[in-house]
């Protein structure tokens, strides 16, 4: 099997060949988007049945076969069998899965990049982002943020942050087992006697199309939040008058975003990288600050409560998801600021102009800034 890090960087070579120079997101680029999620998540679907049939087919057509190699282990007391064939099996058709997915995640989020013309040859992160794609389309896990003082987990204990892995790593085994479990324990076994280890197969397609959605939609809202970032750093290098204030309370700013995420992220990198580099600041090491809304209230102005709560609202929306915690923090926020210049009071109007690829319009449309 060739690298995977090598068809990653052929691919954006030859798409690199398409790409344009205007950057910004046209409503052509957003319907091919829409194509390519459709025909990415349908083809993972369909890979998830396909290797539940692999799998399974031989076994009923050969049971013999699949049966009498059988590995006879002693140990500790215990005596265990093992068909040895049969997990051999299923192990190399599950790396050869996996293997198939990657390539079809390289492929989808490459072409992704190509639509909408990512990254652009003038930007002065032009590396950054050719890695943070390619790193994505590897799904190579990043953790740049502490780099810039950030923890995502500050406050879990480490019993909490293995809890919260591990629920996050074995979620389509455990639906896969209950789904079996419901119908031997009250389906007739008899009539299922020839398909319960095939009715994995819908599980396994679900979530891999859940994961390849996911991926979709990460990556792309990193070309998204790029796009903004820029835009909102573009406008606050011009905001002379309050610049002095936002650098008092970007750091809380920054913690507040990060932990309410609860996870490492390209796009909060990024959008952290900028606002910081704009305003000129280093992040306190160890110092964990977050938002108060009636502190900011008695010492801003109207002006600079929008920025905070823009720049806030902005962290928020980055990868595409307002959280049930996440709402009841900005509702805190909008009750001790309620005016309809508050971009908080506003999120979901917000959050699905950016979904959209329209946040830019949108922002400059309600005049916040």
């Keep these: 099997m060739f690298s995977k890090r090598k068809f990653a960087r052929w691919l954006f070579q030859k798409y690199s060949l398409q790409r344009d120079t205007d950057t910004r997101i046209s409503a052509q680029e957003l319907e091919e988007l829409r194509i390519l999620y459709i025909k990415s998540i349908a083809v993972s679907a369909f890979i998830g049945v396909l290797f539940v049939l692999l799998y399974y087919i031989p076994i009923y057509l050969f049971p013999a076969f699949f049966k009498e190699h059988i590995l006879a282990i002693k140990f500790w007391g215990l005596d265990l069998e093992i068909r040895w064939i049969r997990e051999l099996d299923n192990f190399l058709l599950t790396y050869i899965e996996l293997y198939v997915l990657s390539i079809l995640s390289i492929y989808m989020i490459q072409r992704l990049a190509s639509v909408l013309d990512f990254p652009s040859k003038e930007s002065k992160y032009y590396t950054l982002h050719l890695e943070n794609i390619e790193q994505l389309s590897l799904e190579v896990a990043q953790k740049r943020e502490k780099e810039l003082g950030l923890n995502p987990f500050l406050g879990l204990s480490k019993f909490q942050l293995f809890l919260f892995l591990l629920i996050a790593r074995f979620k389509a085994m455990f639906s896969n087992m209950l789904i079996k479990f419901l119908l031997q324990r009250f389906a007739s076994r008899f009539l299922l006697k020839t398909?319960?280890?095939?009715?994995?197969?819908?599980?396994?397609?679900?979530?891999?199309?859940?994961?390849?959605?996911?991926?979709?939609?990460?990556?792309?809202?990193?070309?998204?939040?790029?796009?903004?970032?820029?835009?909102?750093?573009?406008?606050?290098?011009?905001?002379?008058?309050?610049?002095?204030?936002?650098?008092?309370?970007?750091?809380?700013?920054?913690?507040?975003v990060v932990m309410l995420k609860r996870e490492y992220s390209e796009i909060n990198h990024y959008f952290s990288t900028k606002m910081l580099e704009t305003l000129n600041i280093q992040l306190e090491p160890h110092v964990h600050k977050p938002l108060k809304a009636k502190e900011l209230n008695k010492v801003y102005s109207d002006e600079t409560l929008r920025w905070i709560y823009l720049l806030f609202a902005t962290g928020v929306i980055l990868d595409g998801v307002v959280s049930r915690r996440e709402r009841k923090l900005i509702q805190e926020f909008t009750h001790n600021f309620p005016r309809d210049t508050n971009p908080l009071s506003q999120i979901d109007a917000f959050l699905n102009s950016y979904k959209r690829g329209k946040a830019i319009e949108f922002i400059t449309e309600k005049n916040w800034i």
């Design 195 to 256: 398909v319960i280890d095939l009715v994995g197969a819908p599980v396994y397609a679900f979530w891999n199309a859940y994961a390849t959605a996911k991926l979709f939609k990460k990556s792309k809202y990193y070309i998204f939040s790029v796009e903004l970032s820029d835009f909102l750093t573009e406008k606050l290098e011009k905001k002379d008058g309050i610049s002095e204030d936002l650098r008092k309370e970007m750091q809380s700013i920054l913690v507040s």
